[in-house]
């Protein structure tokens, strides 16, 4: 393998230090840089203006402001916050001959995008958790479902994304980089990273395989046994309505759960054919600009109570 030498190096004893990365992107092919360019804008577009619609509409509407509606608000915000973390660095990427970004910068990337990726796994946890107490214990449900108890679920999904995002960006500083500092990727991911560090990474895979086994095994777990108890339930409704509103509530989080674990499962499932980094790349996209795009669309589109606050709220706008 040809050995490619760091733009900027600090000498250290040992060798050296990597100050700036440069990202790969998605193809070397100048002709399609100004198609993907605008691909990407236009799903940038869409999803902030969803994403911030879909936000307003919720503080707006007071018949939205109840505990499923909270928890998709936080969704929705989280998406928004997703997209700036990654889109314009991968917009100005198309536009620009090189792709760099500072070690700094990239750690701080890093960060950001497993601490909303983090936060997502937890958020649409306890929205599986909610709906199992809105159709299995609706008599309960206004009491144990409480603002301050939503809030405090909230508050927990946050802090658990911070930590397991200090855990990723800890131990990723306290490797070296000092051979090369070409990422084969469009953004500073945990994998692409640990494949250029001259450090023993053994210790980082081993820490980061349990960190994201622990999040995603807890939250498939709990999501999976919320709607088993969900689908008990269902079954003991004797009327079409009944059914017809049990699935309405839940097909919309079904649906975005789906997406966001499904392509993100893609993503990190090592396999050993040729076109495994560019297919990791194509799910990735999936899951960190598709799916955020498409949340705001799912809970609008398939949601009565969105249309009817979205329809009060532009004859009040007309008015």
């Not at 109840?66 to 991968?90: A, E, G, Q, R």
Request: proline share 3%; charged share 10%; aromatic share 14%.
């Amino acid at each position: 393998m040809k050995k490619i030498t760091p733009l900027k190096t600090i000498a250290m004893e040992n060798g050296s230090l990597v100050t700036e990365f440069i990202l790969v992107g998605f193809t070397d092919q100048p002709d399609l840089q100004l198609s993907l360019f605008f691909l990407f804008l236009m799903n940038y577009v869409v999803t902030v203006m969803g994403n911030l619609s879909l936000i307003n509409l919720i503080c707006l509407s007071s018949h939205l402001h109840n505990p499923m509606y909270f928890f998709i608000f936080n969704l929705s915000f989280i998406d928004l916050c997703h997209s700036f973390v990654l889109t314009p660095k991968i917009l100005m990427s198309f536009v620009s001959e090189k792709n760099i970004i500072s070690f700094a910068g990239c750690m701080a990337q890093l960060f950001f995008f497993c601490f909303f990726v983090h936060s997502e796994c937890y958020v649409l946890t306890v929205m599986a958790y909610d709906r199992h107490m809105a159709i299995c214990k609706p008599l309960l449900y206004t009491v144990t479902m409480s603002p301050k108890f939503c809030s405090l679920l909230m508050l927990s999904s946050y802090m658990m994304g911070f930590a397991g995002a200090m855990v990723h960006t800890g131990d990723m500083v306290r490797l070296s980089f000092c051979d090369s500092n070409i990422i084969n990727h469009y953004m500073c991911d945990i994998f692409p990273l640990l494949q250029l560090s001259c450090s023993s990474t053994y210790a980082n895979e081993l820490v980061d395989s349990i960190t994201v086994g622990s999040v995603v095994i807890v939250s498939s777990f709990i999501i999976f046994i919320s709607y088993a108890l969900i689908l008990s339930s269902i079954l003991h409704i004797s009327s079409a309505e009944g059914w017809s509103k049990a699935f309405s509530t839940c097909g919309s989080h079904i649906i975005t759960v789906a997406l966001f674990y499904g392509s993100g499962l893609f993503t990190h499932l090592k396999t050993s054919s040729v076109g495994s980094v560019d297919q990791g790349k194509f799910f990735s996209v999936f899951y960190t600009h598709v799916v955020p795009m498409l949340n705001p669309l799912i809970y609008s589109l398939r949601n009565k109570d969105v249309k009817l606050a979205l329809k009060k709220t532009l004859r009040r706008t007309a008015n």
